[in-house]
């Protein structure tokens, strides 16, 4: 590493890892000095007039975790990770100046939230200073999409047989050497506590299909007994819409969100599965799920705010209640549908939902109590301990009629318990 004056500063937010990180390779490669700085900003973690948190205790903790190991892995490459609690705009510029940064490195994004957050740093900080930004969430990397943005298509398997047919996933890239030992600086780096955010303390339930930790060495265990040591799957296609338990599901999608581990990680590793132990429908399948999980990024990058809007992307102009004790009923798995209840109890005592409850309680949401869809969605937000603002939004634009469904469908949520909860084991595990 050259001795250049200044810093090379990361900011992390939903890309909370080493591995598989072009803005920390790159930094690591600029010859600066670098650090890396994560906040946790106050604003997510406020009561929104809704009555809820924007950011409650399951994803407040998971997060914790997920920044801990975070440092950890940091700290094994000699950079340090400066943990604060400011708005961005009102911590980083104090660190900027203070390690006389030359350059920020950050993973790109185009929702409103971060966009402001962005436009607010750079209002309080020397010109002078580069930004330089990386797509890091993609599976298909935008610069190798076969059509513009614009082009993007409105239907799913349209995006995705061009993409199959046209794209290669991109090679993993491999965490950055060790810088030496004196890029360290002495800071106090200590994460803060859900207590420390105003968030009461979580009781661990012992039900939870979801009792995993936050990081990316949590998510690489658990990548390990699901693929290598259960061999769950070569059969996650038959099992993916399952209700009880760990295994009926990958559940990979907590650490996909915050970044933890990337979706081109989890790639590599299924096309290493299926060279060494069985190419078959659930290995496809689990690749399917990423596609999914890409095309909602696309949308959104496409469609842009159109995606929070009350219309959706199809500026469609339903009526909508905004009847908050019906929304609460909802919420509080009262309403009058067994198996909705028991989903949403699930949602609220433990931060995960499979996604068959998903589908249903969303479209019971939307389709029948005819609430203004974007409540549950900022409900989701507040406890989906693996909420993504894409995926999020994406699929409850799908499900509520204003999104990229062509058929406008409607869940029967009394048959779908029948079929997917034959003996009422979920309905009862939840409910009695």
Known sequence: MSEKLGTA???????????????????????HKVVAYYTFNPNHYKTLSLGFKKTDQFRAQFLIESVQALQQALKSLNITLIIDTKTPDHGLPEWIKKFRVKEIYLQHEWTEEERKEEKAVSEKIDSNITWKRHYEQFLFHPSDLPFSRSQIPEIFGAFRKRCEKEVQVRQLLPSPK??????????????????????????????????FLGGTKAALERLDHYFWKSKKLSIYKNTRNG?????????FSPWLANGSISPKNLFWEIKR???EIQKNQSTYWLIFELIWRDYFKYISLKHRNKIFKIGGILERDYRWSSDMERFRQWANGLT???FVNANMIELKHTGWMSNRGRQNVASYFAKEMKIDWRIGAAYFESLLLDYDVHSNYGNWMYVSGVGNDPRDRKFDVRWQSKRYDPKNKFIDLWTK
């Open 178 to 211: 060790a810088l030496p030992p004196h890029n360290r600086v002495d800071v106090d780096d200590k994460s803060p506590t859900l207590a420390d955010l105003g968030i009461p303390p979580i009781e661990n339930d012992k039900r939870s299909a979801f009792p």
């Open 243 to 251: 209700l009880l338990g760990t295994d009926y599901s990958s559940k």
């Open 273 to 275: 599965y299926e060279n």
């Open 336 to 338: 009058p549908e067994p």
């Open 9 to 31: 500063l990361v900011w992390y937010r939903n890309d909370l890892r080493t591995l598989d990180h072009q803005g920390l390779k790159k930094a690591v490669e600029s010859g």
